[in-house]
């Protein structure tokens, strides 16, 4: 069984700081995904990564995918009030079926 | 439409009864998902579509649950004899190919 678990689980910080979420799996995923989901709605998509070692960008945050394609962190800049969500990663495990194996979640509140 | 749309926004049940949940996916998308989030955690995948065929359905929990998508494009999640423990987001998701995955707003499904 394909696991990610996600740390931390729970982060609460100020406007201005910045923090890193981690996304670990003992399994290797043809891909991985990040995603951002605030109360009452369903996962936004925010990057996918297919090659280890990539690493993204979308304006203050950050996205790298392990070089074994087995972990990925995304790290925020300045955290924003507008970060607050739940945010989880998701791979992919290749094959017929597609479908995406979501980690645990990282529930991140910025305190203004 | 232009989004994945899910109905009912929310729905209570009595424990034992039958529930039928529906999702309409963006036009086109050949692929589509259901999964069930609990408070906070990440979602739980139980079955993908391709067309109108079940291509994987191993995270269905027991044989009370059951999706269709007869004409490959809306699909219903059925639950037959509710549990209190069934009480959950259901999210469904489609995507025109690969693992990109769009998700609707979910049902919040409430057993009493």
């Known amino acids: 069984t394909q696991l990610l678990e996600q740390s931390p689980q729970f982060l609460s910080i100020q406007e201005g700081e910045n923090l890193t979420v981690y996304c670990n799996s003992s399994s290797v995923f043809s891909s991985l995904q990040w995603y951002r989901q605030e109360p009452g709605e369903g996962p936004v998509l925010l990057v996918t990564?297919?090659?280890?070692?990539e690493v993204k960008k979308l304006k203050r945050l950050t996205f790298q995918f392990g070089d074994a394609r087995k972990d990925s962190s995304l790290h925020i800049t300045a955290a924003q009030p507008g970060d607050t969500g739940l945010y989880l990663c998701a791979g992919g495990g290749g094959g017929a079926t597609n479908k995406l194996i979501f980690g645990t979640g990282t529930l991140l509140a910025v305190q203004p | 439409g232009a989004g994945v749309s899910q109905t009912p926004s929310n729905k209570v049940t009595e424990k034992g009864k039958y529930v039928e949940l529906r999702c309409d996916p963006i036009?086109?998308?050949?692929?589509l998902y259901w999964y069930r989030q609990s408070l906070g955690q990440g979602p739980e995948f139980l079955i993908y579509f391709q067309g109108t065929g079940a291509a994987d359905d191993s995270g269905l929990p027991n044989d009370r649950f059951f999706a269709v998508r007869p004409e490959g494009s809306v699909s219903t999640l059925k639950i037959q004899r509710t549990e209190r423990g069934d009480s959950a987001v259901y999210l469904c998701?489609?995507?025109?190919?690969?693992?990109?995955?769009?998700f609707g707003q979910g049902t919040r499904l409430t057993v009493v």
């Open positions: 998701a489609s995507s025109p190919a690969g693992r990109i995955a769009f």
């Open positions: 036009s086109g998308h050949t692929a």
């Open positions: 990564v297919v090659t280890g070692g």
